[in-house]
């Protein structure tokens, strides 16, 4: 049970206290009116003394009363009816409300912080947003000190209430006084009067009621003297006359009405009396009289949601029922307001009436005739009255009847001192209530000795002598139940449990099987639920004083029953709090009871506390999982809330059920919507002007809204193909993302001269979840902002949105002006939100477009997209979105129906930034930055760019060159220049060079649609004449003009500007990449306004091209060093032999029928192809699939090499046509794609030679000398030629032949290395593992054991056959002259030995009989490029075939040790036949 303001031994002596009746005349009634009181109602306050009273028991042992309380009523001979009782305790009940406040109290009960307390309806409603914090500022006392002072208040005026009953005294009148005014003529003779009718009432037969407890009724006779209007000499003669007729002890002369009310009004005087007034109204004649003839119902039914009145608002209003209730009746110091239902929710908007209602009992004053000297005077008058007439009348009576008790029984003479005697010996076993005989309509007579045996007790109980009326009451039970008398046995039962539970000192165990027996006596036997009631209370107090709250608990329970709601609401609430006060508190049970309380104290029509109970259950059942339960409370108190006439609070309560995964059934769902819905346009209709209040649903998911900044592009039409640029449509890709911002950051450093702006910020077309939101996004203004809303309907019956648009608000700035200019002042479109309909909403800012209808099936996610036109500069905040929620009607329902459920609201879109993880203390807290992509910034105009792309192909072969058209137009107001493109793939796509204009095309190409240019050659050049050169120029194709940045090409526009509206067509060559399958190929076109902006200072247009790529041809190219030395060549520019191996991997993918080699051509720096030294008649070389040609070629060096500097940076191009016609291979597009592709390779090429070693450590003392020996030994081997193999395929599609054309790129770079023009698949890079010591820095490499044995070129020159007479002549010498030419531009030292090296059999059998004369061992030291002439002379001894190629050559750098010499490897066998004659 929840804490009483009282102790439970106060409570049950304020429940049964000594009665006194007061019969008033009417002289007397009129000076006690003058304080708007009567004689009962004055004194009330003062009926607890102050001070000890004291009495002799039977035996002369004195007895202490202490704090001694007596009830003064008014005499009533009519009992209250029962429904008169049940409306008057529905009022106290409803009255008495939580009070505002007060200090809240929490329990800590496992993982619950629950508020019980006076103030807890407000702190656990669940919309209540701050309850958790409200809980944290409160006292967390885990003392139990939550109160219930609307039970306390029924328990009260229910205990009060009670009619007297014939079974037991407590309640029976002990006195009577006779008031009489000193302004009677004769006050004696109306003292008689007043005497001579109580008389009549007690013992003429004609009333039953009230009871008496004796016959000899105490009379005490008082003379009121209003000394403001009276005599007070003659007061008191009739005083003095009264002392001598009734004696000291028996009369009172009693003075008061010091004032008139208009002398003292400035003087503030206590009013005590607003806390007692109508507390026993029961007892009031002429209330009785009124509420008789009302007809009370006691049948409440719970109101629907629509209904219009409130019950519990306002007990004034309510038939005629005075309102003078209180909020509390034991808080003396703190008196509530008498008319006050005071709530823990929001104040409830109610009618004037209402409030003036409430205010009238605050207009009547009580005592305003008494002073504070009077106040004393009827104090004093109580305890006189008390101590020197009812006391001693108590203590007569209990002798007396202790005699007659010992005289008829014949037992000892004192009662008292026998108990031990008759209850020492052994008891009889008492016989259960089921054996019994249905008794309980036994009466006794008034003169039975049982009776005056309880009598007996009932005095002393009610003057608290304990012990001496528990063993009266043991004695009584067990006379009443001998006689089967059960009605009687309870009420001894009752009392004794009670006189037992309050001896002090507790000298027994308080017999609670007492009080269960007399509960199920008087609720199974009697049929009397009322005793049955008041022993439940009694015992339930009880027990929880002695901390046995689980019996208490099953106790309340127990007394729930249909007969009466509130009794059943008030003991069930009282069990919860006995639950949650456990040492172990029952959370769940504590919950589950509440709302079991609650239905029924709606059942019984008090809505406030029903809503209370809802809400403090509501902590317990929220976010555990009980989704049920939380929707059942939540309906039920969005309902009992909209019955209060609190519709906010039900909107939020109905709110919940929605916005939660309802796990219930789609018709319950549906329901609840309706309810919502109906709910809401109640709301909305109060305040039709008042900003829109947030909607439940659908749910918004607003991490994954998307806001778009860009037009609606223009569709390809017949052979153009649109940009693809970037659409809503498109996933989010992060490394894609990466890309595009490398790209533009490509360019953009390109146009700033190298540098990327520090306030560079990469453009971001569509923003999500997982781009950068930190900054500020930029928009431009007359181009729409679409955003991308993602519903969620979590029901399970469809929704329907109308009228759905974005919210907004706008601050124009002008950002071309100066800074100093002020921003204008914020718009905002919240205002006309309320009518927003259409299509779309225009103002001088923005247009809004709105969706007129947004159907949503059942827990269906659907996205919005809406759009929004900016037409001025300013920053634009977008707020959230407004619609029309609404269900769709059934077939059963028609439009009208549909209309009325719908109703306007928003909701807003609140996004969390990602959370903050830099520093030290974001890491140890939970910070969130800034996401801002809501918050675009309207930027003055800028250019917008569409690209088309004319005849563009999705499929090529590898290498083949196709040449499309791509068209740019400019579809905004401003001019665009500076139009360039980046693409990571520069080797795909090429627009052509400076000097492409230059050479015209052939016939024989324009007829073909060819992509090169051509020239027709005469049948010289097919006869393997030498090749055709040209000297080119990178630099006019766009390599190196870029540096570092090889991507990035400009776009030749007209005049370098793009006019708004104007647009320009260009041709644009492609080449299939060099490795099959389907490549993304990413282009990224930068552009600018020929208007510089602070805001905005360029744009980008994306386009991602797919191609799928068919095998082609593969080429496979080496170099040879040529053994030969021819002197023309002046034995400087050596010569190479260059083979290249051409197969056709074609599977027929793409109907290619065959390929046809047409020319072949070479570009390098320092060397070119010569000529063909194939046989003549395999120079078309055609293959068909899986077919393979080997083609060999002579190359020598370029003549110009040495001539000017600029040669040095210029390419040669040779060309050796294999066909009728020369492809123009220094031109476009040929040139393009040569120098493109040595791009795109060179930063491969310098990581791979960074992994060789030839590390630059000049810094480091002695490297120099090893560093340019590795650089000599590597130029040796180096030959930077590049071979462009060009080939036509023949094609059959749709029965046509076509002709498709491409080249391929092989580049030798070293001599004897086969090179491939299919790029190997890279290997995966070998995870690196961390190393924490630093490395000791590697040796400078050393030329390897393949580079150095290109240093030295070695050629023998011999006849190839020699004849010679071995009979006549047994030894052949034949003359050698062996040629040493040094390639490198060092000294090497060589030498040469002669000796055979027998290693393996196959050498002996060579050369076995074949033996050099003379010096068989040479040192030599060659310069820089000399050629060295050996003579030597071979001996043979037989004829034969011979191998003259066995000295060994070893050479080395002059400046270096041994350790580098290796051996000298001759290139091919010299054979030389001896033929004997």
Same mark, same amino acid.
């Given at each position: 049970?929840?804490?009483?303001?009282?102790?439970?031994?106060?409570?049950?002596?304020?429940?049964?206290?000594?009665?006194?009746?007061?019969?008033?005349?009417?002289?007397?009634?009129?000076?006690?009116?003058?304080?708007?009181?009567?004689?009962?109602?004055?004194?009330?306050?003062?009926?607890?003394?102050?001070?000890?009273?004291?009495?002799?028991?039977?035996?002369?042992?004195?007895?202490?009363?202490?704090?001694?309380?007596?009830?003064?009523?008014?005499?009533?001979?009519?009992?209250?009816?029962?429904?008169?009782?049940?409306?008057?305790?529905?009022?106290?009940?409803?009255?008495?409300?939580?009070?505002?406040?007060?200090?809240?109290?929490?329990?800590?009960?496992?993982?619950?912080?629950?508020?019980?307390?006076?103030?807890?309806?407000?702190?656990?409603?669940?919309?209540?947003?701050?309850?958790?914090?409200?809980?944290?500022?409160?006292?967390?006392?885990?003392?139990?000190?939550?109160?219930?002072?609307?039970?306390?208040?029924?328990?009260?005026?229910?205990?009060?209430?009670?009619?007297?009953?014939?079974?037991?005294?407590?309640?029976?009148?002990?006195?009577?006084?006779?008031?009489?005014?000193?302004?009677?003529?004769?006050?004696?003779?109306?003292?008689?009067?007043?005497?001579?009718?109580?008389?009549?009432?007690?013992?003429?037969?004609?009333?039953?009621?009230?009871?008496?407890?004796?016959?000899?009724?105490?009379?005490?006779?008082?003379?009121?003297?209003?000394?403001?209007?009276?005599?007070?000499?003659?007061?008191?003669?009739?005083?003095?006359?009264?002392?001598?007729?009734?004696?000291?002890?028996?009369?009172?002369?009693?003075?008061?009405?010091?004032?008139?009310?208009?002398?003292?009004?400035?003087?503030?005087?206590?009013?005590?009396?607003?806390?007692?007034?109508?507390?026993?109204?029961?007892?009031?004649?002429?209330?009785?009289?009124?509420?008789?003839?009302?007809?009370?119902?006691?049948?409440?039914?719970?109101?629907?949601?629509?209904?219009?009145?409130?019950?519990?608002?306002?007990?004034?209003?309510?038939?005629?029922?005075?309102?003078?209730?209180?909020?509390?009746?034991?808080?003396?110091?703190?008196?509530?307001?008498?008319?006050?239902?005071?709530?823990?929710?929001?104040?409830?908007?109610?009618?004037?009436?209402?409030?003036?209602?409430?205010?009238?009992?605050?207009?009547?004053?009580?005592?305003?005739?008494?002073?504070?000297?009077?106040?004393?005077?009827?104090?004093?008058?109580?305890?006189?009255?008390?101590?020197?007439?009812?006391?001693?009348?108590?203590?007569?009576?209990?002798?007396?009847?202790?005699?007659?008790?010992?005289?008829?029984?014949?037992?000892?003479?004192?009662?008292?001192?026998?108990?031990?005697?008759?209850?020492?010996?052994?008891?009889?076993?008492?016989?259960?209530?089921?054996?019994?005989?249905?008794?309980?309509?036994?009466?006794?007579?008034?003169?039975?000795?049982?009776?005056?045996?309880?009598?007996?007790?009932?005095?002393?109980?009610?003057?608290?002598?304990?012990?001496?009326?528990?063993?009266?009451?043991?004695?009584?039970?067990?006379?009443?139940?001998?006689?089967?008398?059960?009605?009687?046995?309870?009420?001894?039962?009752?009392?004794?449990?009670?006189?037992?539970?309050?001896?002090?000192?507790?000298?027994?165990?308080?017999?609670?099987?007492?009080?269960?027996?007399?509960?199920?006596?008087?609720?199974?036997?009697?049929?009397?639920?009322?005793?049955?009631?008041?022993?439940?209370?009694?015992?339930?107090?009880?027990?929880?004083?002695?901390?046995?709250?689980?019996?208490?608990?099953?106790?309340?329970?127990?007394?729930?029953?249909?007969?009466?709601?509130?009794?059943?609401?008030?003991?069930?609430?009282?069990?919860?709090?006995?639950?949650?006060?456990?040492?172990?508190?029952?959370?769940?049970?504590?919950?589950?009871?509440?709302?079991?309380?609650?239905?029924?104290?709606?059942?019984?029509?008090?809505?406030?506390?029903?809503?209370?109970?809802?809400?403090?259950?509501?902590?317990?059942?929220?976010?555990?999982?009980?989704?049920?339960?939380?929707?059942?409370?939540?309906?039920?108190?969005?309902?009992?809330?909209?019955?209060?006439?609190?519709?906010?609070?039900?909107?939020?309560?109905?709110?919940?059920?929605?916005?939660?995964?309802?796990?219930?059934?789609?018709?319950?769902?549906?329901?609840?919507?309706?309810?919502?819905?109906?709910?809401?346009?109640?709301?909305?209709?109060?305040?039709?002007?008042?900003?829109?209040?947030?909607?439940?649903?659908?749910?918004?998911?607003?991490?994954?809204?998307?806001?778009?900044?860009?037009?609606?592009?223009?569709?390809?039409?017949?052979?153009?193909?649109?940009?693809?640029?970037?659409?809503?449509?498109?996933?989010?890709?992060?490394?894609?993302?990466?890309?595009?911002?490398?790209?533009?950051?490509?360019?953009?450093?390109?146009?700033?001269?190298?540098?990327?702006?520090?306030?560079?910020?990469?453009?971001?077309?569509?923003?999500?979840?997982?781009?950068?939101?930190?900054?500020?996004?930029?928009?431009?203004?007359?181009?729409?902002?679409?955003?991308?809303?993602?519903?969620?309907?979590?029901?399970?019956?469809?929704?329907?949105?109308?009228?759905?648009?974005?919210?907004?608000?706008?601050?124009?700035?002008?950002?071309?002006?100066?800074?100093?200019?002020?921003?204008?002042?914020?718009?905002?479109?919240?205002?006309?939100?309320?009518?927003?309909?259409?299509?779309?909403?225009?103002?001088?800012?923005?247009?809004?477009?709105?969706?007129?209808?947004?159907?949503?099936?059942?827990?269906?996610?659907?996205?919005?997209?809406?759009?929004?036109?900016?037409?001025?500069?300013?920053?634009?905040?977008?707020?959230?979105?407004?619609?029309?929620?609404?269900?769709?009607?059934?077939?059963?329902?028609?439009?009208?129906?549909?209309?009325?459920?719908?109703?306007?609201?928003?909701?807003?879109?609140?996004?969390?930034?990602?959370?903050?993880?830099?520093?030290?203390?974001?890491?140890?807290?939970?910070?969130?930055?800034?996401?801002?992509?809501?918050?675009?910034?309207?930027?003055?105009?800028?250019?917008?760019?569409?690209?088309?792309?004319?005849?563009?192909?999705?499929?090529?072969?590898?290498?083949?060159?196709?040449?499309?058209?791509?068209?740019?137009?400019?579809?905004?107001?401003?001019?665009?220049?500076?139009?360039?493109?980046?693409?990571?793939?520069?080797?795909?796509?090429?627009?052509?060079?400076?000097?492409?204009?230059?050479?015209?095309?052939?016939?024989?190409?324009?007829?073909?649609?060819?992509?090169?240019?051509?020239?027709?050659?005469?049948?010289?050049?097919?006869?393997?004449?030498?090749? @055709?050169?040209?000297?080119?120029?990178?630099? !006019?194709?766009?390599? /190196?003009? +870029? #540096?570092?940045?090889?991507?990035? %090409? $400009?776009?030749?526009?007209?005049?370098?500007?793009?006019?708004?509206?104007?647009?320009?067509?260009?041709?644009?060559?492609?080449?299939?990449?060099?490795?099959?399958?389907?490549?993304?190929?990413?282009?990224?076109?930068?552009?600018?306004?020929?208007?510089?902006?602070?805001?905005?200072?360029?744009?980008?247009?994306?386009?991602?091209?797919?191609?799928?790529?068919?095998?082609?041809?593969?080429?496979?190219?080496? @170099?040879?060093?040529?053994?030969?030395?021819? !002197?023309?060549?002046? /034995?400087? +520019? #050596?010569?190479?032999?260059?083979? %290249? $191996?051409?197969?056709?991997?074609?599977?027929?993918?793409?109907?290619?029928?065959?390929?046809?080699?047409?020319?072949?051509?070479?570009?390098?720096?320092?060397?070119?192809?010569?000529?063909?030294?194939?046989?003549?008649?395999?120079?078309?070389?055609?293959?068909?699939?899986?077919?393979?040609?080997?083609?060999?070629?002579?190359?020598?060096?370029?003549?110009?090499?040495?001539?000017?500097?600029?040669?040095?940076?210029?390419?040669?191009?040779?060309?050796?046509?294999?066909?009728?016609?020369?492809?123009?291979?220094?031109?476009?597009?040929?040139? $393009?794609?040569?120098?493109?592709?040595?791009?795109?390779?060179?930063?491969?090429?310098?990581?791979?030679?960074?992994?060789?070693?030839?590390?630059?450590?000049?810094?480091?003392?002695?490297?120099?000398?090893?560093?340019?020996?590795?650089?000599?030994?590597?130029?040796?081997?180096?030959?930077?030629?590049?071979?462009?193999?060009?080939?036509?395929?023949?094609?059959?599609?749709?029965?046509?032949?076509?002709?498709?054309?491409?080249?391929?790129?092989?580049?030798?770079?070293?001599?004897?290395?086969?090179?491939?023009?299919?790029?190997?698949?890279?290997?995966?890079?070998?995870?690196?593992?961390?190393?924490?010591?630093?490395?000791?820095?590697?040796?400078?490499?050393?030329?390897?054991?393949?580079?150095?044995?290109?240093?030295?070129?070695?050629?023998?020159?011999?006849?190839?056959?020699?004849?010679?007479?071995?009979?006549?002549?047994?030894?052949?010498?034949?003359?050698?002259?062996?040629?040493?030419?040094?390639?490198?531009?060092?000294?090497?030292?060589?030498?040469?030995?002669?000796?055979?090296?027998?290693?393996?059999?196959?050498?002996?059998?060579?050369?076995?009989?074949?033996?050099?004369?003379?010096?068989?061992?040479?040192?030599?030291?060659?310069?820089?490029?000399?050629?060295?002439?050996?003579?030597?002379?071979?001996?043979?001894?037989?004829?034969?075939?011979?191998?003259?190629?066995?000295?060994?050559?070893?050479?080395?750098?002059?400046?270096?040790?041994?350790?580098?010499?290796?051996?000298?490897?001759?290139?091919?066998?010299?054979?030389?036949?001896?033929?004997?004659?």
């Amino acid at each position: 049970m929840a804490q009483c303001v009282q102790s439970v031994q106060e409570f049950i002596q304020d429940s049964f206290v000594p009665m006194v009746a007061v019969l008033c005349s009417e002289d007397a009634e009129k000076v006690t009116r003058k304080n708007n009181l009567n004689f009962s109602e004055l004194v009330r306050p003062f009926c607890r003394l102050t001070s000890e009273g004291h009495m002799r028991d039977p035996n002369n042992q004195i007895q202490v009363i202490k704090n001694l309380k007596i009830s003064v009523s008014n005499m009533v001979t009519q009992p209250p009816k029962a429904p008169v009782i049940r409306r008057l305790l529905d009022e106290v009940v409803s009255v008495s409300q939580p009070a505002e406040g007060l200090v809240a109290n929490v329990i800590t009960a496992g993982d619950y912080d629950l508020n019980i307390s006076d103030r807890s309806l407000k702190a656990s409603v669940p919309w209540y947003s701050s309850w958790k914090e409200t809980l944290r500022e409160l006292n967390t006392s885990k003392v139990y000190t939550a109160t219930t002072p609307w039970f306390e208040a029924y328990r009260e005026n229910f205990l009060q209430s009670m009619p007297a009953s014939d079974h037991e005294f407590l309640n029976h009148y002990l006195a009577c006084m006779l008031v009489v005014s000193s302004r009677e003529p004769v006050p004696v003779e109306q003292f008689l009067k007043l005497s001579q009718e109580q008389h009549r009432i007690q013992h003429s037969g004609e009333y039953t009621y009230p009871k008496w407890f004796i016959p000899n009724t105490l009379k005490y006779y008082v003379l009121l003297h209003d000394i403001s209007d009276g005599d007070e000499q003659r007061a008191d003669s009739v005083y003095e006359d009264m002392k001598q007729r009734y004696g000291t002890q028996g009369c009172y002369l009693l003075k008061i009405n010091s004032r008139t009310p208009a002398s003292g009004s400035d003087e503030q005087i206590p009013d005590p009396w607003s806390q007692y007034l109508q507390k026993s109204s029961f007892q009031n004649q002429e209330f009785l009289e009124e509420a008789s003839s009302v007809v009370v119902n006691d049948t409440k039914v719970e109101n629907s949601t629509g209904a219009a009145e409130v019950d519990g608002l306002d007990p004034s209003a309510k038939d005629g029922v005075p309102n003078n209730f209180d909020a509390h009746p034991l808080q003396l110091d703190h008196p509530s307001d008498p008319g006050g239902a005071q709530d823990g929710l929001d104040a409830v908007k109610t009618t004037a009436l209402t409030s003036d209602a409430k205010k009238q009992p605050s207009v009547t004053s009580h005592g305003a005739c008494l002073t504070l000297n009077d106040h004393d005077r009827i104090r004093q008058f109580i305890q006189e009255f008390t101590f020197r007439g009812l006391l001693p009348h108590i203590e007569k009576n209990i002798r007396q009847l202790n005699d007659q008790l010992v005289s008829r029984k014949g037992l000892s003479r004192s009662l008292f001192s026998a108990t031990k005697k008759w209850f020492g010996g052994g008891k009889v076993p008492e016989k259960s209530i089921n054996e019994l005989k249905n008794t309980a309509g036994l009466l006794y007579p008034p003169e039975a000795p049982e009776l005056q045996i309880r009598k007996m007790a009932d005095l002393c109980f009610l003057v608290q002598h304990y012990e001496l009326a528990y063993s009266c009451y043991h004695t009584a039970k067990k006379d009443f139940l001998n006689d089967q008398a059960m009605l009687y046995a309870a009420g001894a039962l009752e009392m004794a449990a009670v006189s037992a539970f309050l001896q002090p000192g507790a000298p027994r165990p308080y017999p609670a099987h007492y009080m269960d027996t007399a509960i199920q006596t008087y609720r199974d036997v009697c049929k009397n639920m009322v005793l049955a009631e008041r022993c439940a209370l009694l015992s339930a107090e009880i027990l929880k004083s002695q901390a046995k709250y689980s019996d208490a608990a099953t106790l309340l329970i127990k007394m729930t029953s249909e007969d009466s709601d509130l009794r059943s609401a008030l003991l069930l609430e009282q069990a919860a709090h006995c639950f949650i006060n456990m040492k172990s508190p029952m959370v769940r049970k504590f919950a589950f009871h509440m709302i079991l309380a609650g239905h029924r104290f709606s059942k019984a029509g008090q809505k406030r506390h029903a809503l209370r109970c809802y809400c403090q259950a509501m902590q317990v059942y929220k976010g555990k999982g009980w989704s049920l339960a939380e929707d059942h409370i939540n309906f039920t108190i969005g309902r009992q809330s909209f019955t209060l006439r609190q519709p906010e609070n039900a909107v939020s309560a109905f709110r919940h059920i929605l916005i939660n995964d309802s796990k219930q059934a789609a018709s319950q769902q549906g329901a609840f919507l309706r309810e919502y819905l109906y709910v809401y346009k109640s709301v909305s209709q109060l305040s039709p002007e008042g900003s829109l209040p947030q909607l439940p649903l659908p749910c918004i998911q607003s991490s994954a809204t998307r806001v778009f900044f860009g037009h609606d592009r223009r569709l390809a039409e017949g052979e153009k193909q649109a940009a693809t640029h970037v659409s809503l449509d498109q996933e989010y890709d992060r490394d894609l993302s990466q890309q595009w911002k490398e790209l533009e950051e490509q360019v953009v450093a390109i146009v700033n001269r190298g540098v990327v702006p520090v306030n560079f910020q990469p453009t971001q077309y569509c923003l999500n979840s997982q781009t950068d939101n930190m900054r500020f996004p930029l928009a431009v203004v007359e181009e729409p902002i679409i955003v991308e809303v993602v519903f969620r309907n979590p029901l399970k019956v469809p929704l329907l949105l109308t009228d759905l648009s974005l919210l907004w608000k706008f601050t124009p700035k002008d950002f071309v002006q100066p800074q100093d200019r002020e921003p204008g002042e914020t718009v905002s479109n919240e205002k006309d939100a309320h009518t927003l309909k259409g299509t779309a909403f225009k103002n001088e800012f923005i247009t809004t477009e709105v969706i007129a209808e947004f159907f949503m099936s059942p827990e269906e996610t659907k996205v919005a997209r809406l759009k929004l036109l900016p037409h001025q500069t300013g920053e634009l905040h977008i707020l959230g979105v407004v619609y029309n929620l609404g269900t769709t009607p059934s077939s059963a329902e028609g439009n009208p129906v549909n209309d009325g459920l719908m109703v306007r609201g928003r909701q807003d879109l609140e996004i969390q930034g990602p959370r903050l993880n830099s520093t030290k203390e974001e890491k140890t807290s939970v910070r969130h930055g800034p996401d801002r992509r809501l918050d675009p910034i309207i930027a003055p105009p800028m250019p917008l760019l569409e690209v088309f792309f004319i005849n563009f192909p999705t499929g090529l072969l590898c290498g083949e060159i196709r040449k499309a058209y791509v068209e740019f137009v400019n579809v905004s107001q401003v001019p665009l220049t500076g139009l360039r493109v980046v693409s990571k793939h520069p080797e795909f796509f090429t627009f052509g060079s400076h000097a492409s204009t230059l050479t015209p095309l052939s016939p024989t190409a324009s007829e073909n649609c060819s992509a090169y240019k051509t020239v027709a050659t005469g049948p010289a050049a097919a006869d393997g004449g030498p090749a @055709a050169t040209t000297l080119v120029s990178p630099a !006019d194709f766009g390599a /190196g003009s +870029n #540096g570092l940045c090889p991507g990035v %090409v $400009d776009i030749p526009l007209p005049d370098s500007v793009l006019q708004p509206g104007a647009s320009v067509q260009l041709p644009m060559w492609l080449r299939g990449p060099d490795r099959e399958g389907v490549h993304e190929i990413n282009f990224l076109f930068y552009y600018e306004s020929t208007e510089k902006t602070s805001k905005l200072s360029h744009r980008v247009l994306r386009h991602t091209a797919v191609i799928c790529a068919s095998r082609s041809l593969s080429v496979r190219a080496t @170099a040879r060093r040529s053994n030969t030395f021819q !002197d023309q060549e002046d /034995g400087r +520019n #050596g010569s190479m032999l260059i083979f %290249v $191996d051409v197969e056709n991997i074609n599977t027929n993918e793409a109907g290619v029928r065959e390929f046809h080699i047409v020319q072949v051509s070479s570009s390098s720096k320092q060397w070119r192809l010569h000529k063909c030294i194939n046989p003549s008649e395999d120079k078309d070389a055609k293959l068909t699939s899986r077919e393979r040609g080997k083609l060999c070629f002579r190359a020598t060096k370029c003549r110009n090499v040495e001539a000017t500097s600029n040669a040095q940076e210029k390419y040669t191009f040779a060309d050796i046509n294999l066909g009728n016609e020369q492809i123009i291979s220094a031109t476009t597009p040929c040139a $393009d794609f040569f120098f493109r592709r040595c791009q795109s390779a060179e930063p491969k090429k310098a990581a791979v030679s960074g992994h060789v070693g030839f590390a630059h450590s000049k810094g480091q003392d002695g490297g120099g000398s090893d560093e340019d020996m590795a650089s000599v030994v590597r130029k040796c081997s180096e030959v930077d030629l590049n071979v462009i193999v060009l080939w036509k395929a023949y094609v059959v599609e749709d029965n046509k032949q076509l002709i498709l054309e491409g080249q391929l790129h092989v580049a030798l770079q070293t001599i004897g290395k086969e090179v491939c023009s299919l790029s190997q698949k890279e290997e995966a890079q070998e995870m690196v593992l961390l190393k924490f010591k630093p490395e000791i820095p590697p040796p400078l490499a050393r030329p390897s054991l393949e580079q150095l044995p290109h240093l030295i070129k070695t050629n023998l020159h011999y006849p190839e056959s020699y004849n010679h007479p071995f009979p006549q002549k047994s030894l052949c010498m034949v003359p050698v002259t062996l040629r040493l030419s040094n390639c490198s531009m060092a000294e090497v030292d060589v030498i040469i030995d002669l000796r055979h090296k027998a290693t393996s059999p196959e050498t002996l059998e060579v050369h076995g009989s074949f033996t050099w004369l003379g010096q068989t061992q040479y040192k030599l030291q060659l310069k820089a490029q000399e050629i060295h002439k050996l003579q030597l002379m071979a001996c043979f001894i037989h004829a034969g075939v011979y191998n003259l190629g066995t000295p060994r050559v070893f050479a080395k750098l002059s400046d270096q040790g041994s350790m580098c010499e290796t051996s000298q490897q001759n290139s091919m066998p010299a054979l030389i036949i001896i033929n004997s004659i």
